[in-house]
T-cell receptor
Framework: DAKTTQPNSMESNEEEPVHLPCNHSTISGTDYIHWYRQLPSQGPEYVIHGLTSNVNNRMASLAIAEDRKSSTLILHRATLRDAAVYYCILYSGGGADGLTFGKGTHLIIQP | DSGVTQTPKHLITATGQRVTLRCSPRSGDLSVYWYQQSLDQGLQFLIHYYNGEERAKGNILERFSAQQFPDLHSELNLSSLELGDSALYFC??????????????FGNGTRLTVT
């Protein structure tokens, strides 16, 4: 699977939007972009995924660059509960059929 | 609540012993995945079952094995335990055969401590 690069940590204020970047310059045409997050003492939680077009759901929005070499997870109005490690993962189904988690971005929300 | 149930929540055992971790997937999900999370290795994919059949293996040691039963629950067996096997073990389930387009839903894990 292609590699992703995320900042180690980010800080934001409560009730403000948060933009979490992810670079994936070696992405292939069949790679889906997945985002998961892991709150303290819990298992990872699915956030959103997409292939080419921007995606929205009740948790977040995913903005995918036109060349697909980068993407941004957008939390529209951060709450303290959004403090977590956010993982950006590429996967297309080749090789071992399991998502490969990197180190992710540790998001800190200030009240 | 993801709908994925893992038991037990905590397990403490000695080196050389064998343990079994259990996972009940969400209702309707046919795929079960096992992951190991340790402080130095992060989340590592171990193995994937779909509808009772092994689909893929990741970084799973030969001392570890798993199976998925006809009722779709799964068990991860860890034997000849070593101190380095201490970790959080997560189970995840999904409805589809492939994870690239079928979100995974994770349980809250079993914390294994080997002394």
């Amino acid at each position: 699977d292609a590699k992703t690069t995320q900042p180690n940590s980010m800080e934001s204020n409560e009730e403000e939007p948060v933009h979490l970047p992810c670079n994936h310059s070696t992405i292939s045409g069949t790679d889906y972009i997945h985002w998961y997050r892991q709150l303290p003492s819990q298992g990872p939680e699915y956030v959103i995924h997409g292939l080419t077009s921007n995606v929205n759901n009740r948790m977040a929005s995913l903005a995918i660059a036109e060349d697909r070499k980068s993407s941004t997870l957008i939390l529209h109005r951060a709450t303290l509960r959004d403090a977590a490690v956010y993982y950006c993962i590429l996967y297309s189904g080749g090789g071992a059929d399991g998502l490969t988690f990197g180190k992710g971005t540790h998001l800190i929300i200030q009240p | 609540d993801s709908g994925v149930t893992q038991t037990p929540k905590h397990l403490i055992t000695a080196t050389g012993q064998r343990v079994t971790l259990r996972c009940s997937p969400r209702s309707g999900d046919l795929s079960v995945y096992w992951y190991q999370q340790s402080l130095d290795q992060g989340l590592q994919f171990l193995i994937h079952y779909y509808n009772g059949e092994e689909r893929a293996k990741g970084n799973i040691l030969e001392r570890f094995s798993a199976q998925q039963f006809p009722d779709l629950h799964s068990e991860l067996n860890l034997s000849s335990l070593e101190l380095g096997d201490s970790a959080l073990y997560f189970c995840a389930s999904s409805v589809g055969r492939y994870s690239y387009n079928s979100p995974l839903h994770f349980g809250n894990g079993t914390r294994l401590t080997v002394t």
